[in-house]
């Protein structure tokens, strides 16, 4: 019940909802999945069912069935296991560390596909939700980059990961900060007095609460005299530090 609250979250994108539905009720279809839909004996059941990644295609040694040592592709090894995804949850693991400050989030199916806090948590409570989103957004942008894959034939690699989710992750902040920063009532031809007792969803404060943790993903500059804020993002920079160490 409480992955399920967790999943229909105020302010979450219909896309990470559907993403999380399917995840949480092992819907996503993965090629080990269909395995019992193929006709025993057919030619292209590995084509089907093992991971779609060359690197996880090797060729096999001279003599040998020409799949050998191709891995199902099961949940875990889409999202966790593949070397297409999993530097990419290691740099996310490595990144939650200078934003929370406590230990990186380990690897495990637990953690990262169920989102349980037995396993591990977050050191501040109130970065439950942040590490809830990014989580959701680096498996959800793995998971599309993996349908292109199979259904356009286009390869991929951590680094395209790591790219989508930064995107993604931008496009959650802009939308926060706009409700952060912008009232509809400071609309020009707009007045108070049409929205009675209307508060803001979100205001500047809880937006740094969100998002401005260790500076790594936002950080809003406070103007001099009265002038309104500014947020920069900051990801993207994080991001290219981290990969270069």
Do not use: Y
Not at 64 to 79: F, I, K, Q, R, V
Not at 172 to 197: E, I, K, Y
Request: hydrophobic share 40%; aromatic share 8%.
């Amino acid at each position: 019940r409480k992955a399920w609250l967790n999943a229909q979250r105020k302010r979450t994108p219909r896309t990470h909802r559907v993403f999380e539905w399917q995840l949480l009720h092992n819907a996503l279809p993965v090629g080990g999945a269909k395995a019992a839909f193929i006709p025993s004996g057919a030619a292209n059941m590995a084509d089907v069912v093992c991971c779609s990644n060359p690197a996880c295609r090797p060729v096999p040694p001279r003599g040998s069935p020409h799949t050998l040592g191709w891995p199902p592709e099961t949940l875990l090894h889409a999202l966790i296991h593949c070397p297409a995804v999993r530097p990419a949850l290691q740099w996310l693991a490595d990144l939650w560390t200078r934003i929370d400050g406590g230990s990186a989030p380990p690897l495990l199916p637990s953690v990262w596909l169920q989102g349980s806090t037995d396993a591990w948590s977050p050191h501040r409570r109130t970065n439950t939700d942040l590490w809830h989103a990014l989580r959701i957004s680096l498996l959800a942008s793995a998971w599309s980059l993996r349908m292109r894959r199979v259904t356009m034939e286009e390869p991929f690699g951590p680094s395209q990961v790591v790219d989508a989710c930064i995107a993604d992750v931008r496009r959650l902040v802009l939308a926060d900060w706009q409700v952060a920063s912008g009232r509809c009532t400071d609309m020009a031809g707009t007045h108070s007095s049409w929205f009675p007792g209307r508060e803001p969803e979100l205001d500047v404060v809880q937006f740094e609460t969100r998002w401005c943790g260790g500076g790594v993903i936002a950080h809003v500059v406070h103007g001099a005299g009265g002038q309104s804020p500014s947020m920069e993002f900051r990801l993207a920079e994080a991001a290219s530090s981290g990969r270069g160490g």
